[in-house]
T-cell receptor, first 117, second 114 residues
Framework: NAGVTQTPKFRILKIGQSMTLQCAQD?????MYWYRQDPGMGLKLIYY???????DKGEVPNGYNVSRSTTEDFPLRLELAAPSQTSVYFC????????????????FGNGTRLTVT | AQKVTQAQTEISVVEKEDVTLDCVYE???????LFWYKQPPSGELVFLIR??????QNEISGRYSWNFQKSTSSFNFTITASQVVDSAVYFC???????????FGSGTKLNVKP
């Protein structure tokens, strides 16, 4: 059981380049999230999804795009990379049980360390 | 306004000391969940505990214990007889009734010195 898998682990981009951070989960979780963590700081929500085909903005969505075509995958797209996007990116998933009215904890991937120079 | 406040930015203790990490949350919902996560120097985020708003019983797991008090909107975390391996950043988080989002505090960095 792999849990939440993020690729790549590290990446260096030049200003203006684009890339996609991949995230996949195999726990059949309905909710998925992207967070960024700047050095010495907490986690800020970029985008989240409550199910396939549904996405919504978090606190810091500018400069990013997401899609959720399947339950398992939630890629994060960076267009025109800027130095301000240098950060560690975490993908996470959780399960909302409508019958039990209960939310599972967030399960995190191991992160992608991105540097934009 | 901050939904989750961790006022202690950094704490340093000597091994075997007890240490308490504070977490204060803000919500108008009657149903919500509180969480603690650990982020060791290696960088991954490790889930420690989940508590729902209807369960105010304190919980103990080995050297870890959690004190949930709705009257003061606090969910504090105590490590008894701290060890060097406890050195990490600890995050408190809140999930409210819409359950779509998790709000994280800014984290408390714990340094346990031998």
């Amino acid at each position: 059981n792999a849990g939440v898998t993020q690729t790549p682990k590290f990446r260096i981009l030049k200003i203006g380049q684009s890339m996609t951070l991949q995230c996949a989960q195999d726990m059949n979780h309905n909710y998925m999230y992207w967070y960024r963590q700047d050095p010495g700081m907490g986690l800020k929500l970029i985008y989240y999804s409550v199910g396939a085909g549904i996405t919504d903005k978090g606190e810091v969505p500018n400069g990013y795009n997401v899609s959720r075509s399947t339950t398992e995958d939630f890629p994060l797209r960076l267009e025109l990379a800027a130095p301000s996007q240098t950060s560690v990116y975490f993908c996470a998933s959780s399960y909302w049980d409508t019958d039990a009215w209960s939310n599972s904890p967030l399960h995190f991937g191991n992160g992608t360390r991105l540097t934009v120079t | 306004a901050q939904k989750v406040t961790q006022a202690q930015t950094e704490i340093s203790v000597v091994e075997k000391e007890d240490v308490t990490l504070d977490c204060v949350y803000e919500t108008r919902d009657t149903t919500y969940y509180l969480f603690w996560y650990k982020q060791p120097p290696s960088g991954e985020l490790v889930f420690l505990i989940r508590r729902n708003s209807f369960d105010e019983q304190n919980e103990i797991s080995g050297r870890y214990s959690w004190n949930f008090q709705k009257s003061t909107s606090s969910f504090n975390f105590t490590i008894t007889a701290s060890q060097v391996v406890d050195s990490a950043v600890y995050f408190c988080a809140l999930s409210e009734a819409d359950f779509n989002k998790f709000y994280f505090g800014s984290g408390t960095k714990l340094n346990v010195k031998p």
